[in-house]
């Protein structure tokens, strides 16, 4: 008799940025096109913009508590618009926020490994398969079409979709309510402890990957396991 392993989960809900693309090589390219457009040749706006979000522009990395990592595209507009003010008043957010989804719409993309046959062999084991991000659904819709993997996706939501944003748990349940799933049979993956605390809050499994800002000392208190990146996903499904 063959030992066919028992399946551990319906659906896996995967974060964006951080999970499905490696953040800093994702989002420094984009972080230095906006501060371009921003500081209009001014040393040290362009400046005010890279501390507003928290961006080391030699580097091109992020720091841990950047608002860009976690929080909502409006959240993020309004720290880069505190960031900058102006003596002819402070920054109009909608249209910064605008800017920043129009740019991230064209980033370019860094997947930690081949999203089509990984997505793949997930779909092949019967599993439902979403995505929730605190980025647009605007954004997340070109960025995955972009990777040519949208077609994979049953369920793609940004922080304006109407479910709310994480860490709150709702665009999670959201998720397992159109799909009829049981919560506890779902596991959110993702790089930060949002996504974990959303997973944990929403009676999720949770499974943190290495390939966005935080470590694994940041993560694993939250996460029922932590993988290097998604690729780990099928052995560990494996597992008993």
């Known amino acids: 008799m063959v030992n066919v392993p028992v399946r551990k989960l319906d659906a896996l809900l995967f974060d964006k940025d951080g999970t499905l693309f490696e953040f800093h090589a994702t989002w420094s390219a984009w972080a230095h096109e906006l501060i371009d457009c921003l500081a209009g040749g001014d040393p040290a706006r362009g400046l005010a913009v890279a501390e507003a979000m928290a961006f080391d522009s030699t580097t091109g990395h992020f720091h841990p508590e950047s608002p860009i990592i976690a929080q909502t595209n409006r959240e993020a507009a309004e720290c880069i618009a505190c960031g900058l003010g102006s003596a002819d008043g402070p920054p109009d957010i909608a249209a910064l926020e605008a800017l920043m989804t129009e740019l991230a719409a064209r980033a370019p993309l860094a997947p930690p490994v081949p999203l089509v046959p990984l997505l793949d062999v997930l779909r092949a084991r019967g599993l439902i398969l979403g995505v929730m991000t605190n980025d647009s659904e605007t954004a997340a819709h070109a960025q995955l079409q972009t990777a040519g993997v949208a077609a994979h996706f049953d369920f793609i939501a940004g922080f304006d979709s109407g479910f709310g944003a994480k860490p709150d748990p709702d665009p999670l349940l959201a998720f397992a309510?159109?799909?009829?799933?049981?919560?506890?049979?779902?596991?959110?993956?993702?790089?930060?402890?949002?996504?974990?605390?959303?997973?944990?809050?929403?009676?999720?499994?949770?499974?943190?990957?290495?390939?966005?800002?935080?470590?694994?000392?940041?993560?694993?208190?939250?996460?029922?396991?932590?993988?290097?990146?998604?690729?780990?996903?099928?052995?560990?499904?494996?597992?008993?």
Do not use: F
């Open 177 to 240: 309510r159109v799909h009829r799933l049981n919560p506890a049979r779902v596991a959110m993956v993702g790089d930060s402890a949002h996504d974990l605390i959303a997973g944990r809050a929403a009676g999720m499994q949770t499974l943190a990957v290495l390939t966005g800002v935080a470590g694994h000392d940041d993560l694993v208190s939250l996460a029922d396991a932590v993988l290097p990146d998604i690729g780990a996903l099928p052995g560990w499904l494996d597992r008993p």
